[in-house]
């Protein structure tokens, strides 16, 4: 397993972790930003991230809150 793969799964489960409890959009907005955001912003000097593999986390997050029926900023 590569760290990027490593990196993303972390931050998929921090992701469920949060969307779990019964939070309010800004507190789950916050806990995002605070909690999982870091795990990969803290590799980007290190990893070499491909633009496509980026896209592919960014549509994870958008896929779990679309299932929590929580808005993106896309929509």
């Not at 955001?37 to 779990?64: A, C, H, M, T």
């Amino acid at each position: 397993m590569s760290h990027e793969d490593k990196l993303v799964k972390e931050y998929d489960c921090r992701v469920q972790q949060i969307l779990k409890p019964e939070l309010n959009l800004k507190h789950r907005t916050t806990a995002i930003n605070t909690l999982d955001v870091p795990v990969l912003v803290y590799s980007f000097g290190i990893v070499n991230w491909l633009r496509k593999e980026i896209e592919k986390i960014d549509q994870i997050l958008r896929e779990q809150l679309t299932t929590e029926n929580l808005p993106s900023d896309r929509q």
